[in-house]
């Protein structure tokens, strides 16, 4: 019953937030404080007492059932982690945004969701909650309700429907071939007698779940909406989508190749071939597009397309190393890339500066902000100790030690390629933000002080910098102590 409560308790109360008629900003921000700690002390409990709970069935095998397991746990403490961060970096950002409880509503909204995608029993329950994740997060792209704004949201929406239909042929397909319980077990519960003679049939339905869940990946070839929705969006939302919402896809994945159909009936067959390749393009094009882009959020979204898919190429090498590896870039793409989205809303809100030229020198007026940024970016392109070195260890070991053929070698060679692109479109930025040049940082001086003086609220403050920070910490961490962490999760 804790799970239930843990995930209804900030859909309600954050819900009942948006609709009363509060008009004191310190009162508003006192329940949204005391909704985010109850519902991270009822996230606790349900890691610690949760036990398996069926809500109804629809038919006999599909059931809307919650239980939470060593992965579960994994990948809720992330939820939790953002969200937390998140909730108190917007309390100063959405001063100089319209309409922050509307926005506030749906935030908790969403953190309920993806709590409820994490504590899934079973595919039908995490197809729900995957849709209402979808569904609530759509209004975080609308938010400001410009012509932009809606269509950023409606491009979300559609890809995002489109998606889950192909993982809803997935799930019934796989609930088909089961003759026994339906509950997420490792290795998977298909009967072989089932699926004898329809092998091909099941490769490529599943193929078509993996894509379709993929969506909200970013994986290529449905990965158009993330540059789009990404600039639109308010920064906090930007990086609830890039650092955390964006892995109910790899979730939903994990779960289905991992935990449903089982990697012996994929392994070394034409579709873990094809989910690698697409793996590995959409590494390379994001990357290349972000090393390409000159909009800060948007090379930031080019970025998340990339860095997730090294989650879904070490997820294809269907090994047990290859999923540990790819949980461990969950982590650590979820703070290095939630830190960075936060950076890039703090140039908008201080400075109003877009465009990744008008960063020049700004390391004087934001020296925390530009400090965040470069460390992670450190875990981002992979330097030690940051999570993102070990992350990326983990899978390029896991690629050379049990990737087929070609993709032993193909894998490492293009994560290094990515690595290096990488430190290409981030580097720069810290570089010329510490040391524009001295006519570049007398230019900036002159030309930001009016901007800054006239701006009603251009300082961040310690609420904004103290969750860039906890970021970095949390990047950190994972470098040190995440290789521990994942080795000794019971899949």
Not at 272 to 296: D, H, N, P, Y
Not at 298 to 322: N, P, V
Not at 435 to 461: H, L, M, Q, V
């Amino acid at each position: 019953m804790i799970q239930l409560l843990a995930f209804l308790f900030p859909v309600i109360v954050g819900t009942l937030s948006g609709l009363l008629p509060v008009h004191d900003t310190k009162l508003h921000r006192l329940v949204c404080t005391l909704i985010i700690i109850v519902t991270d002390l009822l996230g606790v409990m349900a890691m610690i007492r949760g036990q398996y709970i069926e809500l109804f069935h629809f038919t006999d095998k599909a059931v809307i059932a919650f239980g939470i397991d060593d992965f579960g746990r994994f990948t809720l403490t992330a939820v939790l982690i953002l969200y937390t961060a998140v909730c108190f970096y917007a309390f100063t950002y959405m001063l100089h945004e319209e309409r922050p409880q509307t926005f506030f509503a749906f935030y908790f909204i969403s953190l309920g969701a993806m709590m409820a995608v994490c504590m899934s029993a079973d595919l039908v329950s995490l197809y729900f909650s995957f849709e209402l994740a979808t569904l609530s997060s759509v209004p975080l792209v609308l938010h400001e309700m410009t012509k932009d704004a809606v269509a950023a949201g409606l491009k979300y929406l559609f890809y995002s429907i489109a998606g889950a239909l192909m993982g809803l042929l997935a799930v019934f397909y796989v609930y088909t071939c089961a003759a026994g319980e339906v509950t997420f077990r490792y290795g998977g519960f298909l009967d072989s007698n089932m699926t004898a003679g329809h092998e091909q049939l099941l490769l490529a339905i599943v193929l078509v779940g993996i894509i379709g869940f993929g969506t909200k990946a970013g994986m290529y070839p449905m990965h158009g909406w993330l540059p789009t929705a990404h600039p639109i969006a308010p920064a906090p939302a930007s990086a609830l989508l890039s650092g955390i919402i964006a892995k109910a896809g790899i979730v939903a994945v994990i779960r289905l190749v991992y935990y449903c159909v089982g990697t012996d009936l994929l392994r070394g067959t034409w579709a873990q071939t094809v989910w690698m390749c697409l793996a590995l393009l959409t590494i390379l094009m994001g990357s290349t597009m972000a090393f390409r882009e000159k909009v800060v959020k948007k090379r930031l979204a080019y970025s998340t397309i990339s860095q997730i898919s090294y989650i879904m190429f070490s997820l294809s090498l269907m090994t047990e190393d290859g999923l540990k590896g790819g949980l461990l870039q969950l982590i650590s793409h979820m703070s290095a890339k939630g830190c960075l989205f936060l950076a890039a809303g703090v140039f908008i809100f201080a400075l109003d500066a877009h465009r990744v030229e008008e960063l020049k020198g700004i390391g004087r007026q934001l020296p925390v902000t530009m400090w965040c940024f470069m460390i992670a970016s450190l875990s981002l392109v992979g330097i030690p100790p940051m999570g993102g070195f070990t992350s990326k260890w983990k899978i390029a070991s896991a690629a050379l030690s049990g990737g087929p053929g070609l993709f032993a070698v193909l894998g490492p060679v293009v994560l290094l390629i990515s690595a290096l692109l990488t430190a290409g479109y981030l580097f720069p930025v810290v570089i010329n933000a510490f040391f524009p040049g001295a006519n570049s940082e007398e230019d900036f001086e002159e030309e930001t002080e009016d901007t800054i003086e006239e701006k009603e609220f251009a300082e961040p403050g310690v609420l904004m910098d103290g969750a860039m920070i906890v970021l970095c910490i949390a990047a950190l961490l994972a470098g040190l102590f995440g290789a521990g962490i994942v080795g000794g999760l019971v899949l």
